[in-house]
């Protein structure tokens, strides 16, 4: 039976993330980076996807929390004979030369005598390598096609294996402790980790967490939620890049049984300036620096036009493609790689224009390469905006003349204008640029803007609504009147909203089924009730969600209004990122 999805909680290194469910299964992994193929994949096929499970016989009662102000999960287990405590890490090297992947597993006997039997079944490369398995001297190695594992436990009973699994027994006394290590191996030599050193790496871990939590200076309104998003969002920071991953899973539904899987193991290009401006509001100035210069070395191989997403090392998405796994909840497709890539999506050249002006805005200078760069896309986007595209939500219908993209594009020729001005980046065609924003907005005012609605309208011409619309007041578009912006605030609350869920837009996408409610969209309210002074209202919504987060105090992509059930990829990076602007824009509110 599978987990529900808001069971899950994450951990991480800054190359890879593991999922872990309550009862302790680690259900997701893959090695030796976020995106590559997954070692354990239970998440998406019970069957073959692969795990590390752990079975505290009689037990009765499990809770769970991550140690104070870090990423390292503690879960606790009340069987019938006892009390055992796990603390689970992906371990940070350190000082010392280390494994490049560890997964860590302290088991701690707080009362009584407890028994607990784990289980590894590793499947490599999305379940479609069966492993050979071999042991010697207590340790287990599991290794197929240049991908290996190696298994070692301090504390234990001997190693048990069998074809396709590893497994054994953990017997403690109340103060007894043992140790469970994975290591992995990518095409290089695998590395068996002394048990002591694993537990230094586990402390040291755990201390830099702390220390990295203490580090960010956020001191407005729901703290707890805000630091919580921010160590969320580190777990998807590409160490070796600064690149952040949208998610750190593939093809979990949007809908139970439905089709609307996808691959979010990527970095979008629209996410940056969220992304900047969440990293430079906490006090991550070293991976808003990071972040943003990998977007500069990124985009630059297709400049002036940018790609849709990149991968974590900055280059191209792989092509779309589907696995033969059964899907979560037998909601196949299972996806890697993802197809809208290669749309037109004109927005992301307002959230590039707007990172840049946030990056400049804070201080940081561009050298001259990247100014003339930065000069060109705004000259690509006053050749181009007027072209149908497939706007903000990836849509696979055909493309369309989307409201949002309009304004983006407005976005990106204003944030020109004012990088010129400060002499950030050549002023040379700012003449050019000012002519084809006011045209923006001349079409933005004539032809997306609904009168018996009282609002933006999706896309020209129609009559549907679009929470991305949102977006105008969020980014300060200036190209109509306020009032306007404001009753566009309104209709999303009016039309799309339920109680604190808000769908993403109304009318047809091309695509067969349906979501759940988007919680980006959700906070993106709050956000915009805040900036227009209806700061009750901003305040009100988010404590209703603020307690929809798991227990650990993770967002899905969406959430099913009827039922509360997590849907769409876990967790979701946008949605922690808008959080965190909600709060800070209420913070600022208040002031």
């Given at each position: 039976?599978?987990?529900?999805?808001?069971?899950?909680?994450?951990?991480?290194?800054?190359?890879t993330?593991?999922l872990?469910?309550r009862?302790g299964?680690?259900d997701?992994?893959?090695?030796?980076?976020?995106d590559?193929?997954s070692?354990f994949g239970?998440?998406?096929d019970?069957?073959?996807?692969?795990h590390l499970s752990?079975d505290?016989?009689?037990?009765?009662?499990?809770?769970?929390?991550?140690?104070p102000?870090?990423?390292?999960?503690?879960?606790?287990?009340?069987t019938?004979d006892?009390?055992v405590?796990v603390?689970d890490?992906?371990?940070?090297?350190?000082?010392a030369?280390?494994?490049?992947?560890?997964?860590?597993r302290r088991?701690e006997?707080?009362?009584?005598?407890?028994?607990?039997?784990?289980t590894l079944?590793p499947?490599f490369?999305?379940g479609?390598r069966?492993?050979?398995?071999?042991?010697?001297?207590?340790?287990?190695?599991?290794?197929?096609?240049?991908?290996?594992l190696a298994?070692?436990?301090?504390?234990?009973d001997?190693i048990?294996?069998?074809?396709?699994?590893?497994?054994?027994?953990?017997?403690?006394?109340?103060?007894?402790?043992?140790?469970?290590?994975?290591?992995a191996?990518?095409?290089e030599?695998?590395?068996l980790p002394?048990?002591h050193?694993?537990?230094?790496?586990?402390?040291?871990?755990?201390?830099f967490?702390?220390?990295?939590?203490g580090?960010?200076?956020y001191?407005g309104?729901?703290?707890?939620?805000?630091?919580?998003?921010?160590?969320?969002?580190?777990l998807?920071?590409?160490?070796?890049?600064g690149?952040?991953a949208?998610?750190?899973?593939?093809s979990?539904p949007?809908?139970?049984g439905?089709s609307r899987?996808w691959?979010?193991?990527?970095?979008?290009?629209?996410d940056?300036?969220?992304?900047l401006?969440?990293l430079?509001?906490i006090g991550?100035?070293?991976?808003?620096?990071?972040f943003?210069?990998?977007?500069?070395h990124?985009?630059?191989i297709?400049r002036?036009?940018l790609r849709?997403l990149y991968r974590?090392?900055?280059?191209?998405?792989r092509?779309e493609?589907?696995?033969?796994?059964?899907g979560y909840?037998?909601?196949?497709p299972?996806?890697i790689?993802?197809?809208?890539a290669?749309q037109?999506?004109?927005?992301?050249?307002?959230?590039?224009?707007?990172?840049?002006?946030?990056?400049v805005?804070?201080?940081?200078?561009?050298?001259r390469?990247?100014a003339?760069?930065?000069?060109?896309i705004?000259?690509?986007?006053?050749?181009?905006w007027?072209?149908?595209?497939?706007g903000?939500?990836?849509?696979?219908s055909a493309?369309?003349?989307?409201?949002?993209?309009?304004?983006?594009?407005?976005?990106?020729?204003?944030?020109a204008?004012?990088?010129?001005?400060?002499g950030?980046?050549?002023?040379?065609?700012g003449?050019?640029?000012?002519?084809e924003?006011?045209?923006?907005?001349?079409?933005?005012?004539?032809?997306c803007?609904?009168?018996e609605?009282g609002?933006?309208?999706?896309?020209?011409?129609s009559?549907?609504?679009?929470?991305?619309?949102?977006?105008?007041?969020?980014?300060?578009y200036g190209?109509?009147?306020?009032?306007?912006?404001?009753?566009t605030?309104?209709a999303?609350?009016?039309?799309l909203?339920?109680?604190?869920?808000?769908r993403r837009?109304s009318?047809?996408?091309?695509?067969d089924?349906r979501?759940?409610?988007?919680l980006?969209?959700?906070?993106?309210l709050?956000?915009a009730?805040?900036?227009?002074?209806?700061?009750?209202?901003?305040t009100?919504?988010?404590?209703?969600?603020?307690v929809?987060a798991?227990d650990?105090?993770?967002?899905?992509?969406?959430?099913?209004a009827a039922?509360?059930?997590?849907?769409?990829?876990?967790p979701?990076?946008?949605?922690h990122?808008?959080l965190?602007g909600?709060?800070?824009s209420?913070?600022?509110?208040?002031r």
């Open positions: 039976m599978a987990h529900p999805i808001r069971d899950y909680a994450l951990i991480g290194d800054g190359r993330a593991a872990i469910a009862d299964s680690v997701w992994l893959c090695i030796p980076d976020l590559s193929p070692v239970r998440v998406l019970q069957e073959h996807g692969g752990l505290a016989r009689g037990s009765s009662a499990t809770t769970r929390r991550y140690l102000n870090t990423n390292v999960l503690e879960t606790t287990f009340e019938r006892g009390m405590r603390t890490a992906l371990t940070l090297p350190g000082r030369l280390a494994p490049g992947r560890e997964l860590a088991l006997c707080m009362s009584g005598d407890v028994d607990v039997r784990w079944e499947r490369d999305y479609r069966r492993p050979r398995i071999r042991s010697w001297s207590g340790v287990a190695v599991a290794d197929a096609g240049g991908e290996g298994v070692v436990v301090d504390g234990g001997p048990d294996v069998a074809p396709g699994r590893i497994g054994g027994r953990i017997r403690l006394r109340q103060g007894e402790r043992a140790l469970l290590a994975v290591t191996s990518h095409h030599p695998l590395v002394a048990p050193e694993t537990e230094r790496r586990l402390d040291e871990t755990t201390a967490w702390v220390e990295w939590a580090g960010r200076n001191s309104p729901w703290p707890d939620s805000v630091i919580r998003s921010a160590l969320a969002l580190k998807l920071v590409y160490a070796p890049s690149a952040v949208a998610a750190p899973t593939t979990l949007e809908e139970l439905g899987n691959d979010y193991r990527f970095c979008w290009v629209r940056s300036a969220f992304t401006g969440a430079l509001s991550c100035g070293a991976e808003a620096r990071a943003f210069w990998w977007l500069m990124a985009s630059q297709t002036p036009r849709v974590l090392d900055g280059r191209e998405s092509r493609q589907t696995l033969p796994l059964a909840m037998r909601s196949a299972v996806r790689g993802n197809a809208a290669d037109l999506q004109l927005d992301v050249y307002g959230g590039l224009m707007q990172t840049v002006w946030l990056y805005q804070a201080g940081e200078p561009l050298d390469d990247t003339r760069r930065v000069a060109d705004a000259d690509y986007v006053a050749t181009t007027a072209r149908p595209d497939s903000i939500w990836e849509v696979r493309p369309r003349q989307f409201t949002q993209s309009k304004l983006m594009c407005w976005i990106a020729l204003d944030r204008l004012a990088l010129a001005a400060v950030a980046i050549p002023g040379t065609r003449a050019v640029w000012k002519r924003r006011d045209a923006i907005g001349e079409f933005v005012e004539t032809r803007w609904s009168a609605q609002t933006y309208s999706r896309a020209a011409g009559e549907d609504i679009d929470a991305s619309l949102l977006l105008g007041v969020l980014f300060a190209g109509g009147d306020k009032a306007r912006l404001d009753g605030v309104a999303v609350r009016r039309r909203a339920t109680g604190p869920f808000v837009y009318g047809d996408d091309g695509l089924g979501e759940g409610a988007f980006t969209c959700s906070f993106w709050v956000d009730l805040a900036r227009i002074g209806r700061l009750e209202d901003a009100a919504l988010m404590e209703e969600l603020i929809l798991n650990v105090g993770l967002y899905s992509e969406e959430i099913d039922d509360g059930t997590f849907l769409g990829n876990f979701q990076g946008l949605a990122l808008a965190i909600a709060a800070t209420c913070a600022k509110t208040m």
